[in-house]
Every structure is written in C-alpha cells, then in structure tokens.
C-alpha cells in the first residue's frame, strides 16, 4: 500500500525536489523489473504461440 501512495504522490504533486526524490528512488528497481516481466512475458507469449497456433495469443498482440 505505501508504494501506492508514493506513486499517486509522485505522479499528482509538481515535482519539487523532494517528490522528484522519492521517485527516483521508487523508480530504480521496478523499472528495471518491469522491463524483465516484460521481456519475460514477450518470450513467453511468443513461445507459447508457435507451440499452439491460438487466436487468443494472436487477438492479444
């Protein structure tokens, strides 16, 4: 929950100094993380989609 908070802070208030901290901060490790699930989910996907030839993976790319 607090990370919630500090993202909807960050993203509502201007970016003063201290705002502009804290999201740095909370940015560093999921960005990084966000762009593993990513490439994860898209190696994946596109296993899966050569395994079975399924409209739905097809529908969601």
């Known amino acids: 929950m607090e ?8 993203l509502v208030l201007p970016l003063t100094k201290e705002t502009y ?3 740095e901060v909370f940015l560093q490790i999921p960005i990084f993380l966000h762009i ?5 989910n898209n190696t994946i996907a596109s296993t899966l989609q ?4 399924s409209p739905f993976f097809r529908f969601r790319r």
Request: charged letters at 15%; glycine letters at 4%.
């Open 21 to 23: 901290l804290n999201l």
């Open 3 to 10: 990370w919630c908070k500090m993202q909807t802070k960050g």
């Open 50 to 53: 050569l395994r079975l030839q």
């Open 36 to 40: 593993l699930l990513f490439v994860m």
